[in-house]
């Protein structure tokens, strides 16, 4: 419903909402809890979305993707929830939105034809390769070092909870080209896992989007060739965080409208289930409950939509989406507490959604940013530290 109260949509839009939505419930979400015992999923779902463009939306035609706008992507990511799997939103995100972003910014016509290309066209899976065990939040300091050698580099160190780590076929790899130095000594690298020297070290057992891999790598004297390097030597910090904006705001959109999907669930549960002769949603303090959730969902909404007004005007929107990170990240969490306990005992069983996004809605204050990270950089850009 909300979708027609705003202006951004226009009917092509909402023909390609109807598309991904269809792809998303009919072949998508029969198998959710299946993958989501499995702790995987197939390969021919990145393949059959490459196939319907859903992977290269906004990225140029030249290489396969379909140069739409970002209320193009807006409208995917709305839908993507609809799938009923965090784990494999969050891999179809990382490859689209994470892992990628970085080839078309910063790559070269070579890495866009032997990655980019395939990439778009679900051929060939990535993932983004930053957090190492002793680096999260501070990404400085990563310790994976690249030494170069000849026209080679020779690559050594570890990295750790990486999204599609098991299935990559390449990764967006930070590391360090000079170790001495923090954020002006990353460097991204385009990484073949075929490469000798690389392993999968462990696949972690999780709380929540169990339907993907997240792995721990090492890397021992890889040796790649520096084609490889992706954009300039030392400015890897620079691209990372170029794509943080981007990619923030698409997992906000996405986390937003499994949050809607979730209040309609049981608001329709709560007209459904009865207590004391009455409608557990008629009790007054549930109304109230069920009423606040609406209304911070649609100031999310806002917030969303605003940024990516912002965004695809092409407008610096660091503060705002680091706002929008923040706010869905907690309204994730507090939204589920509630969902779960408006379903009362069945809310504590598999079978109810709400079970499940219990669990995955806590990566939402973690990954890709915490919401420490994120009051940090609203902070600094209110001049409070200054
Ligand atoms: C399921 C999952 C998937 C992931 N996928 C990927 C991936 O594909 N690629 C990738 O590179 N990484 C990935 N990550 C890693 C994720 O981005 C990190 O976990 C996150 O950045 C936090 O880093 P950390 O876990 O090392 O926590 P730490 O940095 O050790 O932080 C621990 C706690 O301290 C707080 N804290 C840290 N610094 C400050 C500060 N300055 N002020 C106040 N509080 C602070 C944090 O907010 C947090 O609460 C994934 C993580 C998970 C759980």
Not at 49 to 75: H, S
Not at 215 to 243: N, P, Q, R, T, W
Not at 274 to 286: L, R, S, V, W, Y
Not at 375 to 383: D, K, L, N, S
Request: charged letters at 25%; a negative charge; hydrophobic letters at 40%.
């Amino acid at each position: 419903m909300a979708d027609k109260i705003y202006p951004y949509f226009t009917e092509e839009h909402e023909i390609f909402r109807q598309q991904v939505r269809s792809f998303c419930e009919e072949q998508l979400a029969p198998h959710a809890d299946e993958w989501e015992e499995e702790g995987n999923f197939p390969r021919w779902v990145f393949e059959k979305m490459g196939e319907l463009g859903f992977l290269g939306i906004t990225y140029p035609e030249k290489y396969g993707g379909a140069a739409a706008d970002f209320w193009t992507k807006v409208v995917f990511a709305e839908e993507l929830p609809r799938c009923q799997s965090s784990g494999v939103l969050l891999s179809v995100l990382v490859q689209t939105d994470m892992c990628t972003p970085a080839i078309v910014t910063f790559g070269n016509e070579e890495q866009k034809e032997e990655i980019l290309r395939p990439a778009i066209q679900g051929k060939k899976i990535g993932a983004i390769c930053v957090t190492e065990p002793n680096a999260g939040s501070d990404v400085a300091a990563i310790r994976t070092t690249a030494v170069k050698d000849g026209d080679n580099y020779i690559i050594n160190g570890s990295k750790t909870f990486i999204t599609n780590g098991a299935k990559a076929d390449w990764l967006t790899l930070a590391v360090k080209t000079n170790p001495q130095k923090g954020y002006s000594g990353i460097s991204l690298f385009l990484f073949p896992t075929t490469t000798p020297g690389f392993t999968v070290t462990r696949k972690l057992n999780k709380l929540g989007h169990r339907a993907t891999d997240t792995v721990e790598l090492a890397f021992e004297d890889c040796k790649i060739s520096k084609k490889y390097l992706l954009g300039e030597e030392g400015k890897g910090f620079y691209a990372i965080m170029h794509g943080f904006q981007y990619e923030r705001l698409v997992g906000c959109i996405a986390g937003v409208a499994g949050i809607k999907l979730l209040l309609q669930e049981t608001v329709n549960y709560c007209k459904e289930r009865t207590a004391f002769k009455t409608k557990i949603c008629a009790f007054q303090a549930n109304a109230h409950r069920l009423a606040d959730l609406a209304t911070e969902i649609e100031a999310a909404q806002s917030l969303i939509y605003h940024c990516s007004d912002m965004v695809n005007r092409g407008l610096n929107a660091i503060k705002e989406v680091s706002m929008c990170k923040l706010y869905v990240g907690e309204l994730g969490v507090k939204a589920a507490r509630e969902c779960l306990q408006l379903h009362g005992g069945y809310g504590y069983i598999e079978e109810y959604h709400v079970c499940r996004a219990y669990r995955d809605v806590m990566l939402g204050t973690i990954g890709g940013g915490s919401s420490e990270i994120m009051r940090e950089i609203i902070a600094r850009m209110m001049g409070l530290y200054s």
